[in-house]
């Protein structure tokens, strides 16, 4: 797993501010987020203190504060189909569903990812890090000529799912680069962590409080007593991961969730 690096204070203060400019209607949806945010108080007196007046305010909120305001939502077991619960999945459009009244932001925020004037360093997935993000060009025809463009292979992995909580859909520091794999339906997909909320404010790449590289050891052991020291990819099997997380037993969660801990991985527990 890869910490997001946003850069030094100034910079991180430079993309919040160009990550909030890609939000349209912002006049038009601040309106509607006073009168959200208030049918919010009323349901739980605690989001007063935890939702931010402005919407762009909470489009670069700690990733700490997402986790809270994530596991104060779920537990209004609010219906798919709850006139509350629609009206926040519109108002924070990623995607857009049809007749939604705001336009889906989903393409924009992947652009700002890929901006290498942002700074991100994107060259692999940051759950595994293994799979490599290519970028192509393309060429298309169009009735008015040809349009030429780049695309990237990767998702952005809302982190806390946007499905069970809206509120998060637009949020920067709940979006990590992923590839297919991981962020698709065979890995994470839709799920999200059994955790406490201490661990699950920990256990993001966006978190200030992430720190898997120092925490966690990752040993690569021979199987066998016999160990061969040339053709190595012809003998992959001959080894396993060794996931040490003595130092944080909290990191399990993360190895396990992600499938990381399969039966050719073996993790120590303290």
Sequence with gaps: MIKMNYGDVKHQKKLEGTFVALLDNADERQKKWVKLRKQLYQLKNEFKKLLPTQLHKLMTLPYTGLAEIYDTYVALRLDEKDRLHLALKELFSYTKDKGGRFNALSDSIIDFFKD??????????????????????????????????????????????????????????????????????HIKGKRVMNVTLNQRQKLSPTSNLYDFDNQIKIWLRPKTEKIPNTDFLKHLDDYELDFDTLSDADYDKEINFLYLSNSSLKIRHA
Excluded: W
Aim: with cysteine; proline share 6%; charged share 20%.
């Design 116 to 185: 290498k004037n942002n700074g991100f360093e994107i060259h692999t997935c940051y759950y595994c890090n293994m799979t490599y993000i290519n970028y192509f060009q393309y060429e298309e025809v169009k009735k008015n000529g040809r349009k030429t463009g780049k695309r990237t292979q990767f998702d952005l992995d809302h982190v806390l799912d946007k499905g069970r909580c809206p509120l998060v859909a637009l949020s920067l520091y709940n979006l990590v680069p992923a590839c297919p794999t991981c962020n698709g339906p």
